[in-house]
């Protein structure tokens, strides 16, 4: 196993650990729970996508995994404020079998549709626009926080550039 599966697997492994503890154990969980609640969970990507092209916007889709500090840090410091400036943000979230619609109409779960995308990084912010399809490189994982800003900021203007057509 290369030594980036290696670790990978490891952190999962630390994760589904830290899950797994009673929140009077972890109570940094309870933060995280508090923090994943501070933006929507989709159960309709479809309709998420119309109402977003409806005004012109992208979809924004942060791929999140509970508990997961990462995820807090963008979630909390780079979709909120973007939500507050009228982007239509959302999270898909990694184990969970919550019923969801995806952006052709088809049910699924959350997690299901995880997999099927191909995400592996959590948080991966992705950006989708008419037809569906993803209009801006792929925003995965967060190891670069002097520069995540930046790189959100960039690739939100990539995407709004294609959906309203410029």
């Known amino acids: 196993m290369s030594d980036l599966l290696a670790a990978r697997r490891?952190?999962?492994?630390r994760m589904a650990a830290a899950l797994a503890l009673p929140p009077a154990l972890s109570p940094t969980l309870a933060a995280h729970d508090a923090s994943e609640r501070l933006l929507p969970s989709s159960s309709d990507?479809?309709?998420d996508l119309a109402t977003a092209l409806a005004r012109q916007e992208p979809l924004v889709v942060m791929a999140t995994l509970h508990g997961c500090p990462f995820c807090r840090v963008v979630r909390e410091h780079h979709l909120l404020p973007l939500q507050r400036?009228?982007?239509?943000?959302?999270?898909?979230?990694?184990?969970?079998?919550a019923p969801l619609r995806d952006?052709?109409?088809?049910?699924?779960?959350?997690?299901?549709l995880?997999?099927?995308?191909?995400?592996?990084?959590?948080?991966?912010?992705?950006?989708?626009?008419?037809?569906?399809?993803?209009?801006?490189?792929?925003?995965?994982?967060?190891?670069?926080?002097?520069?995540?800003?930046?790189?959100?900021?960039?690739?939100?203007?990539?995407?709004?550039?294609?959906?309203?057509?410029r």
Not at 10 to 13: A, E, G, K, T
Not at 85 to 97: K, M, N, Y
């Open 85 to 97: 400036a009228g982007a239509l943000v959302t999270q898909i979230h990694f184990l969970s079998r």
């Open 103 to 112: 952006m052709s109409g088809a049910q699924t779960t959350h997690g299901a």
């Open 10 to 13: 490891r952190w999962l492994l």
């Open 45 to 47: 990507l479809q309709q």
């Open 114 to 165: 995880v997999r099927q995308l191909g995400i592996e990084v959590a948080p991966t912010v992705l950006f989708h626009g008419t037809g569906q399809r993803e209009v801006a490189e792929r925003l995965a994982g967060s190891s670069i926080p002097d520069f995540y800003g930046a790189y959100l900021d960039d690739r939100l203007a990539q995407a709004r550039a294609v959906v309203r057509g």
